[in-house]
Structure formats: structure tokens, C-alpha cells
């Protein structure tokens, strides 16, 4: 997979993607990261990108020329399929492990972090292919909403993680929290690990995890379970947990 990030303040990414999972996905050949400052394809003599909005207002919005020419640019130097343009924004679709899980498949995606009041609307017209919200806030900048995305996307990749199964346990990759994780010592200042973990009964540890997961997703977000196709045995354990609660 390649990734690119167009970015005001290319900087800020230098210890993200030189560090951890996202840096071993590199040096494995997983995923190839590269990002520009597209004040660099400014055409205003001051290196400006931005203007103040027709009509009037507070802010400044964001041009789209030197957007338009960096994506331009970098869909004729990858030799791929069309890439994913990837707007961050408060006003974008709500991120999900399931958006993340989409991307994942993608060969090429392509961030654009924006600063400033806005963006000219042009640029979400004909330019990008999605907008991307990581949550109902504003931040200063795209930068940290372009991190999470690219952290959770790049993780999925065949081959990012030690233990292919990791992923697809993780929470909301099946639709629930996911259930308590516990190691050694198996007592810790008198808080013990439940027994069931210890026995050796894998059938009956799976029984477990799945009806915690169901638990933990019933007290904590209880929103997710809203329409899911639930199987006659976790009905019956949804029951058990509400009369347990």
C-alpha cells in the first residue's frame, strides 16, 4: 500500500511513522509513506494556500489550487489504480473499525490535513473521494485525525501484526467490545484471575470471552447491540447479563 499525506507541517509525522507498528510495516514493504508540504504547489508569489472567504466572515479557507495540482501530481507519479482522496474533516463521515477495514484493501490513499476556517468547497466537490471525522471535536489541524486513520488502517495490512488473528478480535471488528484480557500472575494482591482462564478448556474459554464480550458491549455501549443480528445462544447470554446486572 502507499500513502500519501499532503500536509502544511509535514514534520509532525516524522515520529509516527518512525516508530512501532507503523515503522516495522515499512521495513517489512507492507506500506510506503511519503508526505508533502503542498505549499510547495502554491502558485501565489507569497507561498500563500489560503484566502479570506467570499461573502466575509472569520478564518481563512484553504485555495484549491495548490490542492488540485499536489493530488494531480502525486496520481501521476504512483503507479496504481485511482487512489482514495481522504479529506479530514469535522463535517466527514464518522470513522469506524469498519471504514478502516475498507481502506485496508485500497493500494493507494491519499490525506489531505487542512488548517485554517475551511476548506473551499470545490475541493470536497471534485477532488476527494471521502471525508473522514475521528470524532464530534475540532482540532487545529487534519494532522492528528490523518494519524489515527493511517495508524488503525495500516495495522490491518497482512503481515503488520505478530499474530494474524489480533485484528480481527480486536473491538467492533465484530460488531461488540471485546472481551477482558488478563496474564500472569494469576493472583495479584488478591485479585485473581477467573478460573476458567486456567483450566485448559478451550471450548469452554471461548464460551467465556464471547459472552464478556457481550457483557462488556451491554454496559458500556449498549448502542452497538441496536439492530445487530444477535444468534439464539448470545440472546440467551444478553439475558443472563441483564438479570446479572
Not at 71 to 84: F, H, N, S
Not at 132 to 143: M, P
Amino acid at each position: 500500500m502507499k500513502i500519501d499525506v499532503l500536509s502544511l507541517f509535514p514534520e509532525m509525522f516524522t515520529g509516527v511513522f518512525g516508530s512501532s507498528i507503523l515503522k516495522k510495516s515499512q521495513e517489512k514493504g507492507l506500506v510506503q509513506f511519503h508526505v508533502t508540504d503542498f505549499r510547495e504547489y502554491t502558485e501565489n508569489k507569497h507561498r500563500r494556500v489560503d484566502d479570506y472567504p467570499y461573502g466575509g466572515g472569520a478564518g481563512m479557507v484553504l485555495t484549491p489550487q495548490p490542492l488540485f495540482d499536489a493530488v494531480e501530481a502525486l496520481k501521476r507519479e504512483k503507479d496504481t489504480q485511482l487512489p482514495r482522496v481522504i479529506l479530514l474533516c469535522p463535517q466527514g463521515e464518522r470513522y469506524s473499525q469498519r471504514k478502516a477495514e475498507e481502506l485496508s484493501k485500497e493500494s493507494h490513499l491519499i490525506f489531505v490535513c487542512g488548517h485554517y476556517e475551511g476548506y473551499d468547497e470545490r475541493i470536497r466537490e471534485n477532488l476527494v473521494t471521502d471525508e473522514i471525522s475521528i470524532g464530534d471535536f475540532v482540532l487545529t489541524g487534519g494532522e492528528l485525525g490523518a494519524m489515527v486513520v493511517i495508524d488503525s488502517v495500516t495495522r490491518l495490512l497482512p503481515g503488520a501484526l505478530g499474530n494474524e488473528e489480533s485484528p480481527l478480535k480486536d473491538s467492533f471488528s465484530s460488531g461488540m467490545l471485546e472481551h477482558p484480557q488478563y496474564t500472569r500472575p494469576a493472583d495479584f494482591r488478591g485479585m485473581k484471575v477467573p478460573e476458567v482462564l486456567l483450566s485448559g478448556n478451550h471450548k469452554n474459554i471461548e464460551e467465556w470471552r464471547a459472552k464478556e464480550s457481550l457483557r462488556r458491549t451491554w454496559r458500556r455501549r449498549p448502542d452497538l447491540l441496536e439492530g445487530m443480528d444477535l444468534t439464539p445462544q448470545e440472546k440467551k447470554w444478553l439475558e443472563e447479563v441483564k438479570k446479572e446486572d
